[in-house]
């Protein structure tokens, strides 16, 4: 069974940092990996898709790696603003010709300004 | 292009109750799936839709049903609501089961509570 971990579980920087997080899965075996943003009482927002074929994907200040290998992914944020705090969730389909994503429980990132 | 929609976005019901939580889209995309969302337990897949007349249950199913007419529509019923079903529902949709094509969009949720 797909487990998916996500580190730390809070997060609290000051405005302009670079910073990281982390998620990590059990089985190797992954379709693709995608990260999301989600706002308080909001839904789920697409932030980069990682296909397994892939290493990273960059958009704007985010850029995600993924080594499938040792059952990893980062999510890098470069310059840090107010308006990046939100959690981070990460969630990997796998599980062959089932159609199933299994998400991490996320990353709680605040930005104090 | 509204993307994933769901109704209503707020609901009250009372143990026993019934009701269907809506879900549309309007990106012509084959797969859709519902998720509910609890404190310390993240996300978990109920039903999903591989396309038109064609469902199949997630990981947590006990409770609810689906069905799928039409490619834009994917409601979810509760026919019996209980308190363990107090949540945060969520609706998700791709183009398609494989690589490149299945990167999911949601829906802004529905937030359930049961007395």
């Known amino acids: 069974k797909q487990e998916v971990t996500q580190i730390p579980a809070a997060l609290s920087v000051p405005e302009g940092e670079n910073l990281v997080l982390n998620c990590s899965f059990t089985d190797s075996a992954i379709y693709n990996l995608q990260w999301f943003r989600q706002d308080p009482g909001k839904g789920l927002t697409s932030l980069l898709l990682i296909q397994s074929s892939q290493r990273e994907q960059t958009s704007g200040r985010l850029n995600a790696s993924l080594d499938k290998s040792s059952g990893r992914s980062t999510l890098y944020i470069a310059a840090s603003q107010p308006g990046d705090s939100a959690t981070y969730l990460c969630?990997?389909?796998?599980?062959?010709?089932?159609?199933?994503?299994?998400f991490g429980k996320g990353t709680l990132l605040t930005v104090n300004p | 292009n509204a993307g994933v929609t769901q109704t209503p976005k707020f609901q009250v019901l009372k143990t026993g109750q019934s009701m269907t939580l809506q879900c549309a889209q309007d990106?012509?995309?084959?797969?859709m799936s519902w998720y509910r969302q609890d404190p310390g337990m993240g996300l978990r897949l109920i039903h999903y839709s591989v396309g038109a007349g064609i469902t199949d249950q997630g990981e947590v199913p006990n409770g609810y049903n689906v069905s799928r007419s039409t490619t834009e529509d994917f409601p979810l019923r509760l026919l019996s609501a209980a308190p363990s079903q107090t949540s945060v529902y969520f609706c998700?949709?791709?183009?398609?089961?494989?690589?490149?094509?299945?990167?999911?969009?949601f829906g802004p949720g529905t937030r359930l509570t049961v007395l």
């Open positions: 998700a949709s791709s183009y398609g089961r494989r690589p490149p094509a299945n990167e999911q969009f």
């Open positions: 990106m012509n995309h084959e797969y």
């Open positions: 969630a990997v389909k796998s599980g062959g010709s089932n159609y199933k994503l299994t």
